[in-house]
């Protein structure tokens, strides 16, 4: 219930990408697909991305705006991450989903480690720690109980192949409690889903986007032309 709003956004950007489709259920793992989530060591949203990385990436943070939590934003940002993860470690997806939850570091120190005692270096075999090495099952599982839930016992709701949220690019310094209300939509619930704009007003910079839903879109874009920047 929680991806509805996302998964078919996400998938959509792996399909972009030609990535595998399996790690639009990697939200699932960090974050229950929650893009307001922040853990005890900082990380934060769908993909719970630490500050540091964050900034590496890319993506602001301040007391109005964490680009974490912005859906469109920090999707596009972890999906370069893993991209360039899959580069660093020749092709393999195992090794960057590892790199991915414990650090690039910390594999590479792994695989140079099994080197020197001439062990393999795939994913299976290195010495990292438990949750590293539950990882990736964890995600291969919940792809297989996704695959085919009635063999597992579970009851799964279907989902539309169409997106029921789509992004909308918006300007700088925009009210969208304002926005919300011209167009008829409820305010909470679009703020609920862009947890990014803490304060409910776009930053100062241009470029910015939200998700609004499909069906409202274009109430949404001509309430937009109409709203003065707060």
Not at 22 to 27: K, T, V, Y
Not at 82 to 97: K, T
Not at 149 to 154: A, D, I, K, L, R
Not at 184 to 193: C, F, K, N, S, T
């Amino acid at each position: 219930a929680r991806a509805s709003p996302y998964l078919h956004y996400v998938v959509s950007e792996l399909e972009k990408r030609n990535m595998p489709l399996e790690i639009a259920l990697l939200p699932v793992i960090e974050s229950g697909y929650n893009p307001n989530a922040v853990s005890p060591g900082r990380a934060a949203g769908l993909w719970q991305i630490t500050p540091g990385t964050g900034a590496r990436l890319g993506l602001q943070q301040s007391g109005h705006y964490d680009g974490r939590k912005d859906v469109v934003a920090s999707t596009d940002a972890a999906l370069d991450y893993l991209e360039e993860l899959h580069q660093r470690f020749d092709g393999d997806w195992y090794l960057a989903l590892a790199a991915y939850n414990t650090g690039e570091g910390n594999v590479q120190r792994a695989i140079e480690r099994n080197r020197r005692l001439g062990r393999p270096t795939d994913y299976w075999s290195l010495p990292l720690s438990a949750q590293a090495c539950n990882y990736v099952p964890r995600l291969i599982a919940l792809s297989r109980v996704l695959e085919s839930p009635e063999q597992h016992g579970v009851a799964l709701s279907a989902l539309p192949n169409s997106a029921s949220w789509v992004p909308v690019e918006v300007g700088a310094r925009v009210d969208l409690n304002r926005v919300a209300s011209r167009a008829g939509i409820d305010a909470q619930e679009l703020r609920g889903v862009n947890p990014a704009y803490g304060s409910g007003i776009t930053p100062a910079q241009s470029g910015n986007s939200v998700l609004v839903p499909a069906e409202d879109r274009d109430r949404f874009v001509a309430a937009l032309a109409h709203a003065p920047a707060s």
